[in-house]
């Protein structure tokens, strides 16, 4: 019961959290994911991939609907955003002492896991994709 917990906050964390960040995406624009994705001589269509990665994939991990996939597209995602627009900052810190990747790293991570460990008993779907 104590593991199914974990893995519900682990999934509840990390998917709400970057569904902010999709959230905001989707009432902004992307314009400037766009810029990033051209920028590296990349089809601006692949922008469109965030909204992938940053609200159908939390959704997914939220509410453990293929919770493995969704948290492997957010695993996608966040490496994309690191090559596109973190790659400066791999090795860096900003000045109050903190990774200048950690929030890209905690996702990426915390997405790993929750891949990794599966959903858990409290999700919408079990099996092998859970």
């Known amino acids: ?6 893995k519900l906050v682990l999934r509840v964390t990390v ?16 314009a400037p994911i766009e810029a990033l994705v051209v920028a590296h001589n990349l089809p601006a269509a692949l922008a469109y991939g ?13 509410l453990g609907l293929f919770a493995r996939i969704g948290a492997g597209l957010i695993v996608i995602n966040m490496i994309a955003a690191v090559a596109l627009a973190g790659l400066g900052s791999i090795a860096a810190f900003t000045p109050s002492g903190g990774y200048a990747l950690e929030l890209e790293a905690f996702y990426l991570f915390g997405a790993l896991s929750i891949a990794l460990l599966g959903a858990g008993s409290f999700a919408i779907a079990g099996g092998r994709w859970n």
Do not use: R
């Not at 019961?1 to 974990?6: A, N, S």
């Open 1 to 6: 019961m104590q593991d199914d917990l974990g």
């Open 15 to 30: 998917g709400a959290l970057l569904l902010f960040h999709g959230v905001h995406k989707m009432l902004t624009g992307i």
């Open 50 to 62: 965030v909204y992938i990665g940053e609200i159908i994939a939390p959704v997914m991990v939220i």
